[in-house]
């Protein structure tokens, strides 16, 4: 069988090994060309939360990285992962917001969107695929977020892809394992499972994170089973929390008679460039994890955990890590077992992080976990702690409406945040801190190519034979050749 391969490095891998912080706009810039000769099905190129780490974390434009990814990547289709219903805030998004953000990513190139709802509503699903056909995105895969739990049963997965199955705006459908879980037992009796309940569309993809060591077996044998591609990562960007290295899993699939035709060496040429990045920037390099049996205890994704013990530090508690991870487990249960993922996942991480800070369960409740227990995320799938729901619901914000955002138009953005900017920045200070969004801006006007552009600009159209200019900080002499 042929099997594709899609590339996570650049989101995924970057979330789950450098906590979403690692990949710059430089460095995007000196990989893609060489991602571009691989011969991908697709690239996962970012997602709200590694579009909001561009402005908090490097004062960088999001939305010059995506062009700058499309300029050189002009062979390989560009994809775009949304969870849920929020869109880089960890609160609900209003419809308006979301549709100018896809509307811009349509317009800066970005073709392809995965879009997995954690609470695996399929109506909104499909009104999240809907609303990206319309704004121009060309294919929408929509996706079967798995875990384990008493409520994740055969029954709830044969459902819910049923679910899947009924909305016309996707174009096929994909087994998303942000956890690791799965293992090559469990997907040949999943698999087989999802497509006897698929009428119209396809399984066309697995996504599973290599996090306990066996995706990297999984997947192989969901290509057996007729799934056709497959996400992986390159090195350092790949493995331990994030995916199955790409130039391994080309060899063992093509050892099981698949045909993969993809450029191995230029897989190695971006390996090699972005290793060299880790090594200069001192940023992890990736390693195959062993085998942990209490991970499926905790189930927390790669990604959050790597995010986890950077903002322990960044609040000098480091060492509350393994403490936290405990207590997400009870927390998991408590709040009726939802999917450890984006942004349930942080979610639960933040609440256990309160009760093991505070020293007494529930003594705080984060806003984020009030929202869901309020319901604006829709039903939990299993049955929530009563004496939690009570004390939720009883504070301000739980006595509040479900908030849908639906009163947000683009109009009412337009009066709060200014009529003459962009709608790439109006959409950025909806949804982020003005300090942030103001602190990128600054840093765009300084750049030194951006100086250089205004320096020039001040003497364009001069017919001085000589000219010298400085603005402070940068300076630059032109002279004129001689005529001949």
Request: aromatic share 6%.
């Amino acid at each position: 069988m042929k099997v594709e391969l899609v590339d996570v490095s650049l989101r995924d891998g970057n979330q789950s090994v450098w906590g979403a912080t690692g990949v710059t706009t430089r460095m995007m810039a000196g990989v893609t060309p060489h991602l571009d000769e691989v011969g991908y099905r697709a690239i996962e190129l970012l997602s709200s939360t590694t579009m909001a780490t561009a402005v908090r974390y490097h004062r960088e434009d999001p939305w010059e990285r995506i062009r700058v990814a499309r300029d050189r990547l002009p062979s390989t289709q560009l994809g775009f992962l949304t969870t849920g219903k929020r869109f880089i805030t960890f609160h609900r998004t209003p419809d308006a917001v979301f549709e100018l953000a896809f509307t811009l990513l349509a317009r800066h190139g970005i073709r392809r969107l995965w879009v997995i709802d954690p609470m695996h509503d399929m109506v909104g699903a499909q009104r999240t695929a809907e609303m990206a056909k319309r704004v121009g995105f060309d294919e929408v895969v929509g996706g079967i977020c798995y875990t384990t739990s008493p409520v994740h049963t055969d029954e709830y997965y044969a459902a819910r892809t049923a679910e899947l199955d009924a909305g016309d705006a996707f174009d096929s459908v994909y087994l998303k394992d942000p956890a690791g879980l799965l293992t090559p037992e469990r997907v040949r009796s999943l698999v087989p499972m999802l497509q006897s309940s698929l009428s119209r569309l396809q399984l066309a993809e697995i996504h599973s994170h290599s996090t306990t060591g066996v995706s990297p077996l999984t997947v192989l044998d969901a290509a057996d089973l007729g799934v056709p591609t497959i996400h992986c990562a390159l090195p350092p960007l790949a493995d331990g929390p994030s995916h199955p290295q790409a130039q391994q899993l080309v060899a063992n699939l093509r050892a099981r008679g698949h045909e993969v035709d993809v450029d191995v060496d230029a897989m190695n040429r971006a390996s090699a460039y972005l290793t060299r990045q880790a090594r200069i920037k001192n940023l992890r390099i990736s390693s195959p994890a062993q085998y942990d049996e209490a991970y499926y205890r905790h189930t927390i994704p790669g990604g959050v955990q790597s995010t986890t013990r950077r903002q322990l530090g960044e609040i000098r508690r480091p060492e509350l890590f393994d403490a936290v991870i405990e207590e997400s487990v009870q927390v998991r249960q408590d709040l009726g077992w939802p999917i450890v993922m984006t942004p349930f996942a942080q979610y639960i991480v933040t609440q256990a992080t309160l009760n093991v800070i505070t020293g007494e369960r529930y003594k705080q409740i984060s806003d984020e976990v009030i929202d869901l227990l309020r319901g604006d995320f829709g039903p939990l799938p299993g049955k929530v702690d009563p004496e939690l729901l009570d004390r939720a619901l009883s504070t301000k914000r739980g006595r509040q409406p479900v908030n849908d955002g639906g009163d947000i138009t683009i109009t009412e953005l337009r009066r709060r945040f200014g009529r003459s900017i962009s709608d790439e920045e109006l959409l950025l200070r909806a949804v982020m801190p003005a300090e942030q969004v103001d602190a990128m801006n600054q840093a765009q006007r300084e750049k030194p190519a951006a100086t250089i552009e205004r320096l020039l600009g001040t003497v364009s159209g001069s017919s001085a034979t000589s000219v010298s200019v400085s603005d402070g900080t940068t300076s630059f002499s032109l002279a004129r050749a001689a005529a001949r």
